[in-house]
């Protein structure tokens, strides 16, 4: 079993920032990327950045500039910082996980995908 619990959402003023945590807990061997989604009231969910551990993290324009992903691979986190921080930001911040494998040495088994419950980002204006 694997478990992305987030951590961070709160409210925030627009201008400032928020750092929003996500751990992964279970028996976990490696994951292969970890990134950050959000959705809006009414809306879709929505890419923001991720981290596949290749040096190259991908944003949503949105987030580009504004945004930085970072990954702590010996806590199998990936955190979000959030800077100059928008209205529009506001929304409900999920943790995704791609290619998570866990287990044992006799037995592995990989996630394909894993989402945490997310976390509640609100920005006033």
């Known amino acids: 079993q694997v478990q992305l619990v987030e951590s961070g959402g709160a409210l925030a003023q627009a201008g400032g920032s928020l750092k929003l945590s996500c751990t992964a807990s279970?028996?976990?061997?490696?994951?292969?990327?970890m990134g950050w989604y959000r959705q809006a009231a009414g809306k879709e969910r929505e890419f923001v950045a991720s981290?596949?551990?290749?040096?190259?993290?991908q944003y949503a324009e949105s987030a580009r500039d504004r945004f930085t992903i970072s990954r702590d691979n010996s806590k199998n986190a990936v955190y979000l910082q959030m800077s100059a921080l928008k209205p529009d930001d506001t929304a409900i911040y999920y943790c995704h996980a791609k290619g998570v494998a866990v287990g044992t040495i006799s037995r592995i088994d990989t996630y394909s995908e894993v989402w945490g419950q997310g976390t509640l980002v609100t920005v006033a204006s």
């Open positions: 279970g028996s976990i061997f490696s994951i292969t990327e």
């Open positions: 981290d596949s551990g290749d040096n190259t993290p």
